[in-house]
């Protein structure tokens, strides 16, 4: 799957937990933990397979439930510990829903179960590695998957996936666009404390006076 595909599934996952456990929108801090967890798996393996060839394909470590789940439960730890719970929560879903979904789409879209790209080290998947470089390979993926779109040669699944898309950012905005409601509410505090301080500054300035 892409990167963006495990976040749409992950923010899905998550915001219907915050509604139906919560009974709240999801927070930026946690909305954007379960983003970045969500493509983690990802970010460990794929380099560490297609530019230094320490697995053979992009599925180890990072996609292990024998590292995702104590990864998960860390986290989890650290966050209440902080007094944050719903960060740990959503880091760990993110993760865990990462090797899930995975599995899920080798089924649908290679029509195979593919559990051992899940079981790192005791059955490692085996395969070849698509190219020397991650960039490289991404940038190549990339194209081929853009150019499906753009031409519109888009198969049922691929049509679902555009579906989720939409439905994510629909959710997204209903849950009042997290991260970026922070980012700009943070932004307008900086801009209303500067004001604040020029304002301060020119009524006690001599020459204002």
């Not at 979904?101 to 899940?118: C, G, H, K, M, Y």
């Not at 020397?132 to 699944?157: E, H, K, Q, W």
Request: glycine share 8%.
């Amino acid at each position: 799957m892409w990167p963006w595909e495990h976040a749409i599934v992950a923010y899905l996952s998550y915001s219907l937990l915050c509604h139906l456990v919560v009974r709240d929108s999801p927070g930026g801090l946690d909305a954007f933990a379960v983003v970045v967890a969500s493509v983690l798996p990802d970010l460990i393996d794929k380099p560490l397979a297609w530019t230094y060839g320490v697995f053979d394909v992009g599925y180890g470590l990072g996609h292990s439930i024998f590292f995702a789940v104590p990864v998960a439960i860390v986290a989890g730890t650290v966050a209440r510990a902080a007094d944050r719970p719903l960060v740990g929560l959503a880091f760990g879903l993110g993760y865990l829903s990462h090797p899930f979904a995975d599995i899920v789409d080798s089924v649908f879209r290679q029509d195979t179960f593919l559990i051992e790209i899940t079981l790192w080290p005791i059955a490692p998947a085996e395969g070849r590695p698509p190219g020397p470089d991650i960039l490289d390979v991404f940038v190549t993926l990339a194209g081929r998957y853009a150019n499906t779109v753009l031409a519109g040669d888009l198969s049922t699944y691929l049509w679902i996936q555009v579906g989720l898309a939409v439905l994510t950012a629909l959710v997204w905005l209903l849950d009042g666009a997290p991260v970026l409601r922070e980012c700009l509410r943070a932004t307008g505090r900086a801009i209303a404390t500067l004001l604040g301080r020029d304002t301060a500054s020119s009524r006690t300035d001599p020459e204002q006076r």
